[in-house]
């Protein structure tokens, strides 16, 4: 069975100091790897994904993600926090090349973003 | 940018009613799914739909469960007789076909069962 942790419930940042947000992950093959963001009252909004090739994998609102296949790891990166990033951020899992799609999640992330 | 709609976005129910949980998924996206995340819990999927037929589902979809495409434009959920253990905030989902598609969530349904 396959399982996404996020090891940290909050993470504090200071406004325009880099951020990360750490999910390892635990699937039989190659994974195919997601970010989303949630927003209050929002539903969860896609940030990036990673299916193959290069281990570095950029996406919207200025956010990165290196895959690290060694340390079964998929951390979110930004080079410089913006106090609107404060959100729960939710690493995600899908089965690989099984044709199944159910994304399985991990327990999320809150970011805040102080200024 | 299209975006996936769900209705209502909260609805209270008395236990054992029956609740019907509705989705406008996007227009050109073939799969659709639905997920559940009970307050303070992990998103978790429900069930995976194309071609009108059930592709996938957990087994948290039981046979209280279904879900249904009705015409051209909806996806629903219905749970035939809710328990307290169902309120939770319901969250719909569409995708392209693809061997690895995004999918895209819409707001979600809060679901109180009294």
């Known amino acids: 069975a396959q399982s996404v942790a996020q090891p940290e419930d909050q993470v504090n940042v200071a406004e325009g100091n880099p951020l990360t947000v750490k999910c390892t992950y635990s699937?039989?093959?190659?994974?195919?790897l997601f970010w989303y963001v949630q927003y209050p009252n929002r539903g969860l909004q896609f940030l990036l994904k990673?299916?193959?090739?290069?281990?570095l994998v950029k996406g919207s609102y200025g956010f990165e993600a290196e895959f690290n296949k060694s340390q079964t790891s998929f951390h979110l990166k930004k080079p410089s926090a913006l106090v609107s990033d404060s959100a729960l951020y939710f690493c995600a899992v899908s089965p690989p090349a099984t044709g199944r799609r159910a994304l399985t999640f991990g327990s999320g992330t809150r970011l805040q973003v102080q200024p | 940018e299209p975006e996936v709609t769900q209705t209502p976005s909260h609805q209270v129910t008395q236990m054992g009613q029956e609740v019907i949980l509705r989705c406008v998924p996007i227009s050109n996206h073939l799969y659709f799914y639905w997920y559940r995340q009970i307050l303070g819990q992990k998103v978790e999927f429900l069930v995976s739909?194309?071609?009108?037929?059930?592709?996938?589902k957990s087994e948290i979809f039981d046979d209280q469960f279904s879900v249904e495409r009705p015409d051209g434009s909806n996806f629903t959920l219905k749970i035939r007789s809710t328990k307290l253990e169902d309120s939770a905030m319901y969250f719909c989902?569409?995708?392209?076909?693809?061997?690895?598609?995004?999918?895209?969530f819409g707001p979600g349904t809060r679901l109180t069962v009294l």
């Open positions: 699937v039989s093959g190659n994974p195919y």
């Open positions: 990673y299916i193959t090739g290069d281990n």
């Open positions: 989902a569409s995708s392209e076909p693809g061997l690895v598609d995004t999918q895209y």
């Open positions: 739909f194309y071609n009108n037929e059930i592709s996938e």
